[in-house]
């Protein structure tokens, strides 16, 4: 992969990297491919945090305070059923979440800014890899990102299909759920059909949790705190006269409060396990730990609203009532540095993680301003 010789046509940059998307954590050439034209923009890179993660800096003037910017890096495993010029090259992987977009307007940013002669501060730009599945977020922390490059404060945006183009959206506090997601391997003892009296049914466990379940929202946590415990498979048995030995459930859980992430947790375990017992048998979990509350820092989120409404006007921004209940794991940096993080109106084009999906390129100069208008707001006040 090359990069176009036109290096501030931020479209062509979009539908380059639409073309050629990469799986989480395998984020290579597209790594290269924004370290290429952020080191001939005389941007300092440090390449491979968290495998193929990069940060580039922008260090300039006298300012003491520094911003993290961050954009996702990684596609997804959909076959791209929509025709352009930059259809995916890489049969059953597509940006489908937008993150080719993400990944261009913080390029925009990042060459506006270093291109910007009187420009004063201090930027980390951070291009994260496999936020889909692998916490990409959580691997770079873990690898030192805010030891090796402290920030004051951290952004970051996601396009949003159904709001209009180059709006923006967010609320304060919780802005996106937690997801966990356990499995549950129930062990009873199998036996023939007909003597049910010398088994252990795991499928009749199993049932009885599930339906335990349906009280974890309705009967433990609060009226006014959502929460979703989704069981969304429950596999056992392989004929209509044999009592099999075991049963597996999988279960999704969000929250959007922290605590109530833990005490559905808590509640999951206690319910299967003495349900288990109470019938005999036992049980497994398996632990799939996801990702946190995405929780907004008041006092920074003023300053991203304040830096969409300098630029674009006081329509350019809606509070939303609720969280959204999907999850995001640019929860980690919120958990380590007062942030904000919101949404970017794709227009009316189709959900992201569909076939049809494709990021606006119109939206492209919204998100270059709002971050450069951050960065005015943050280093000349
Ligand atoms: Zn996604
Ligand atoms: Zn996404």
Redesign the pocket.
């Known amino acids: 992969m090359n990069a176009p010789k036109d290096s501030i046509n931020l479209t062509s940059i979009r539908q380059h990297l639409h073309a050629y998307p990469e799986l989480g954590l395998e984020e290579v050439k597209t790594a290269t491919f924004l370290s290429d034209l952020l080191l001939g923009w005389g941007l300092e890179v440090t390449h491979n945090i968290a495998g193929t993660g990069i940060v580039a800096s922008l260090r300039r003037g006298k300012s003491d305070q520094t911003i993290g910017l961050r954009a996702?890096m990684d596609a997804l495993p959909i076959f791209e059923s929509a025709q352009h010029d930059y259809t995916s090259r890489h049969e059953g992987c597509m940006h489908a979440?937008?993150?080719d977009g993400h990944m261009a307007m913080l390029l925009g940013a990042a060459h506006a800014m270093a291109n910007d002669p009187g420009f004063n501060g201090n930027v980390h730009f951070i291009f994260q890899p496999a936020?889909?599945n692998f916490g990409g977020a959580k691997l770079m922390i873990e690898e030192g990102l805010f030891d090796r490059f402290p920030c004051d404060y951290v952004f970051a945006l996601?396009n949003m299909p159904g709001i209009p183009a180059g709006k923006f959206a967010s609320r304060e506090g919780t802005i996106m759920a937690s997801i966990d997601v356990a499995g549950i391997e129930v062990l009873g003892k199998g036996g023939h059909g007909a003597q049910p009296e010398k088994t252990i049914d795991p499928i009749v466990i199993g049932s009885q949790i599930v339906t335990a379940f349906q009280t974890v929202v309705s009967r433990n946590i609060g009226q006014f705190e959502p929460g979703i415990l989704t069981v969304g498979s429950f596999h056992s048995g392989s004929a209509s006269n044999i009592i099999p030995d075991t049963a597996n459930l999988e279960i999704s859980l969000r929250a959007t409060d922290p605590d109530t992430r833990v005490l559905m947790i808590k509640r999951l375990e206690e319910l299967a396990s003495s349900i288990a017992m109470g019938f005999g048998g036992s049980v497994k979990f398996d632990w799939q730990t996801g990702y946190p509350v995405a929780v907004n820092d008041s006092k920074v989120l003023e300053i991203a609203m304040a830096a969409a409404i300098n630029v674009f006007g006081p329509d350019s921004i809606e509070m939303v009532k609720n969280p959204w209940m999907g999850s995001?794991d640019f929860s980690f940096m919120l958990e380590k540095i007062p942030g904000a993080f919101l949404f970017i109106g794709n227009g009316d084009s189709s959900p992201?993680h569909t076939s049809e999906y494709d990021f606006n390129d119109k939206v492209i100069p919204f998100g270059v301003k709002f971050y450069q208008s951050i960065a005015d707001i943050i280093f000349n006040r």
């Open positions: 996702d979440c937008g993150h936020e889909e996601h995001e992201v």
